[in-house]
């Protein structure tokens, strides 16, 4: 897993939640994909978001096979568990995916960082 922590956002010119942030058109910028094609170059990853307030919100997914991005952005109420399954992310036990890979123990992604 790497964080896109805003220091990184900033860095490579990726603004907040681009996929969840304008659910009508969420299209991957042009930054995010190079990034995206550079660190699975040599195998699948996805790149993952979600905007959630008042706990209600939206998840995104986008994912890359040896630097390629396979299909267009995926925004659905169960993105990530998606991505995550499609990763090869079993729940082995855990409530879901999610879960399973810890992700809910940080709430904001610059959390991971410290």
Known sequence: ???????????????????????????????LVELCRQFGRHGMIAYI???IFGGVGTQAHAIFDRGAVLGPAV?????????LRGLGVKTSGAFDEFEAVGLGQH?????WLK
Not at 10 to 20: A, D, K, V, Y
Not at 75 to 83: D, H, K, L, T
């Open 1 to 31: 897993m790497v964080p896109l922590a805003t220091p990184a956002q900033r860095h490579f010119g990726i603004p907040f939640c681009p996929l969840t942030d304008d659910d009508e058109h969420a299209e991957l910028p042009q930054a």
């Open 49 to 51: 978001e979600a905007e």
């Open 75 to 83: 925004v659905s109420e169960f993105a990530i568990n998606e991505a």
């Open 107 to 111: 709430r904001h992604t610059d959390e």
